[in-house]
């Protein structure tokens, strides 16, 4: 595999920088990327200092980064013009938030607490959050290298996961999607829910047998420090978090209310 091309001369200051963030595509400047020298792109973009490998330009000079690209639209205003400017009814300042941190644009986080502190702490509106997660085994065959020229056939079980997200509050939807680590491109786009598909790859199965069976894990947790989602119970518990940090209250868990991390479905409500 040839590495991408790069081009003749790194980008000045004054001329064009073209983004591709998560598929969309953002042209600007330098002088905009390194407004917060302290911040991530700050860094990345700084005088002198070398790309890292997954920021080399592509084949049409793009400089990606695989964020959701379509909340660096604000990131990108914010740069520009040096204040917050959201759309009226504007619901997914968790996910910008989120966004924020990942680039350590402090001054935007910093406008983003002082936009929720303005707003007060209004009556919330009422609201429905649905979870639903099943889990199923399957046993995978695969031969394992046990000399040079000794294969043993071996088997072993995987728990394959799948989970429904359905929730009619736009902005803790938005804090699910961030949570999870979901993208514009992964979901259906204004849709009031998206699903999760998962399998942790067992200790036995190695790593090459894994991806080809196309399998993937799940991931939680704030840039720099994400926790592995090995089952149903952590899964919950992420979800439970975030709804109790919206507002809502738990209704109903199913099949048996006294086991609520094992469960299989979960209702929460807002009024």
């Given at each position: 595999?040839?590495?991408?091309?790069?081009?003749?001369?790194?980008?000045?200051?004054?001329?064009?920088?073209?983004?591709?963030?998560?598929?969309?595509?953002?042209?600007?400047?330098?002088?905009?990327?390194?407004?917060?020298?302290?911040?991530?792109?700050?860094?990345?973009?700084?005088?002198?200092?070398?790309?890292?490998?997954?920021?080399?330009?592509?084949?049409?000079?793009?400089?990606?980064?695989?964020?959701?690209?379509?909340?660096?639209?604000?990131?990108?205003?914010?740069?520009?013009?040096?204040?917050?400017?959201?759309?009226?009814?504007?619901?997914?300042?968790?996910?910008?938030?989120?966004?924020?941190?990942?680039?350590?644009?402090?001054?935007?986080?910093?406008?983003?607490?002082?936009?929720?502190?303005?707003?007060?702490?209004?009556?919330?509106?009422?609201?429905?959050?649905?979870?639903?997660?099943?889990?199923s085994p399957r046993l995978v065959h695969f031969s394992a290298r046990r000399g040079p020229h000794h294969y043993e056939l071996s088997s072993v079980q995987v728990d394959t996961f799948r989970a429904n997200l359905f929730c009619t509050d736009p902005e803790c939807l938005g804090a699910l999607r961030a949570r999870f680590g979901v993208t514009n491109e992964d979901r259906a786009e204004g849709g009031p829910h998206f699903r999760l598909e998962w399998a942790p790859r067992p200790a036995e199965l190695p790593e090459v047998e894994y991806r080809r069976l196309g399998l993937q894990p799940l991931w939680t947790g704030a840039p720099g420090e994400p926790r592995e989602v090995v089952g149903t119970p952590s899964f919950l518990e992420e979800v439970l978090r975030v709804a109790l940090e919206h507002g809502f209250r738990l209704d109903s868990v199913f099949p048996d209310p006294e086991d609520l991390l094992n469960s299989r479905s979960l209702r929460f409500v807002r009024h």
């Amino acid at each position: 595999i040839s590495p991408p091309p790069v081009p003749s001369s790194p980008p000045s200051f004054g001329g064009p920088v073209t983004l591709n963030v998560g598929g969309t595509l953002y042209s600007t400047t330098l002088e905009t990327l390194t407004r917060f020298p302290d911040s991530m792109l700050g860094a990345m973009f700084r005088a002198g200092t070398p790309m890292t490998p997954n920021l080399n330009p592509e084949g049409g000079g793009h400089y990606f980064i695989d964020r959701d690209g379509k909340a660096f639209r604000h990131i990108l205003n914010f740069l520009r013009l040096g204040r917050l400017d959201l759309p009226l009814g504007y619901g997914e300042t968790a996910l910008l938030r989120a966004e924020a941190d990942f680039y350590q644009i402090r001054p935007l986080l910093d406008a983003l607490r002082e936009l929720e502190a303005s707003r007060g702490t209004p009556a919330p509106t009422a609201a429905l959050l649905h979870a639903d997660v099943d889990s199923s085994p399957r046993l995978v065959h695969f031969s394992a290298r046990r000399g040079p020229h000794h294969y043993e056939l071996s088997s072993v079980q995987v728990d394959t996961f799948r989970a429904n997200l359905f929730c009619t509050d736009p902005e803790c939807l938005g804090a699910l999607r961030a949570r999870f680590g979901v993208t514009n491109e992964d979901r259906a786009e204004g849709g009031p829910h998206f699903r999760l598909e998962w399998a942790p790859r067992p200790a036995e199965l190695p790593e090459v047998e894994y991806r080809r069976l196309g399998l993937q894990p799940l991931w939680t947790g704030a840039p720099g420090e994400p926790r592995e989602v090995v089952g149903t119970p952590s899964f919950l518990e992420e979800v439970l978090r975030v709804a109790l940090e919206h507002g809502f209250r738990l209704d109903s868990v199913f099949p048996d209310p006294e086991d609520l991390l094992n469960s299989r479905s979960l209702r929460f409500v807002r009024h």
